[in-house]
């Protein structure tokens, strides 16, 4: 048997605009998923969430979407295993949950917490959603806080940082959002230009922020960020309501991942925490606060 565990992520700075060449600043946080893979004699079991599934094919394309990453890491590697997914991230809010169930699914079968990992977790993931950019892949198997560019990753020396999180409860389609930025930057080619260079800006700016440890610095970055994203249509009413009120106690806020629904993460300290995810629930959101996770994908017989 063999345990693999991965953390969510959050992403500080650049979805979207990521999936059109710009960087992203991820940050891996301390919600995880885990996954548990044995031996079988004949096919691949996959029990998550989502349900039980007995499967004997090689063919995947039918395949339900939930459990398809799975049975297209075991069908790779050639395994015949019983998988089980116990995950702690809401599903399809932007937090990472399927991205992160692909890592420690890979890091499971792979029982390797780093080679290959990445790149086999990505085909699973790209197996439901072909325009994944690779970002939270990387970000939920390397840990801490990464900057991403055209399928690269490199990883930023900060201290952990702590988010304030807000879901809206509605869950999003990363792939209809991120057609609809694609339509979007078709219909406005130069605005979508502007808004790219605007983003390569401020991912820079933001790293020198981390680097620094300049907290104000770096929320005011993200909440210029917040400003761009409103611009493509991906944020809402829900969304800015609560980007708002987070933004009169933290140091910025902004929506996190796909958006049309999904999840507001706003950055503070000890100092505002609290007062945050007060604000935050005040707008009728389920809130919480994470921090980073600096360990990123573990896997072992056990994990204590
Ligand atoms: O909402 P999520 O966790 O699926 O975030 C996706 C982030 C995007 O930039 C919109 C897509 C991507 O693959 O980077």
Redesign the pocket.
């Known amino acids: 048997m063999t345990v693999a565990r991965a953390p969510g992520?959050a992403?500080l700075l650049?979805?979207?605009f990521?999936?059109h060449g710009t960087g992203?600043i991820l940050c891996a946080i301390d919600k995880y998923a885990t996954v548990t893979v044995s031996p079988r004699d004949k096919g691949v079991y996959v029990k998550s969430r989502y349900g039980e599934l007995e499967f004997h094919d090689t063919d995947l394309k039918g395949a339900p979407e939930h459990h398809r990453p799975f049975l297209n890491i075991a069908t790779e590697l050639g395994m015949k295993v019983d998988t089980i997914i116990d995950s702690q991230i809401p599903p399809?809010?932007?937090?990472?949950?399927?991205?992160s169930c692909c890592v420690a699914g890979a890091g499971a079968m792979l029982n390797s917490s780093r080679d290959g990992v990445i790149e086999t977790a990505l085909r699973a993931e790209r197996s439901v959603?072909e325009?994944?950019?690779?970002?939270?892949t990387a970000v939920c198997t390397v840990g801490g806080i990464i900057e991403f560019r055209n399928g690269e990753h490199k990883v930023v020396e900060s201290d952990p940082i702590l988010l304030a999180i807000a879901s809206t409860g509605r869950i999003?389609s990363?792939a209809k959002?991120?057609e609809a930025v694609r339509q979007y930057r078709e219909r406005n080619p130069k605005e979508f230009e502007s808004a790219c260079k605007q983003v390569k800006g401020l991912v820079g700016d933001a790293r020198n922020a981390l680097d620094s440890k300049d907290l104000v610095s770096l929320g005011a970055h993200m909440w210029l960020n917040q400003e761009l994203l409103k611009e493509i249509k991906v944020s809402d009413a829900t969304i800015d309501k609560i980007v708002e009120a987070a933004s009169r106690t933290s140091y910025g806020a902004k929506l996190?991942?796909?958006?049309a629904g999904?999840c507001v993460i706003a950055l503070v300290d000890d100092s505002n925490c609290q007062r945050t995810l007060e604000a935050m629930r005040a707008c009728g959101a389920e809130a919480f606060s994470v921090k980073t996770d600096m360990d990123g994908l573990r896997v072992g017989q056990t994990l204590s």
């Open positions: 992520k992403i650049g979805e979207h990521v999936v992203a399809g809010v932007g937090l990472g949950s399927s991205s959603f325009g994944a950019s690779g970002a939270d999003h990363t959002t991120v996190t991942g796909a958006g999904g």
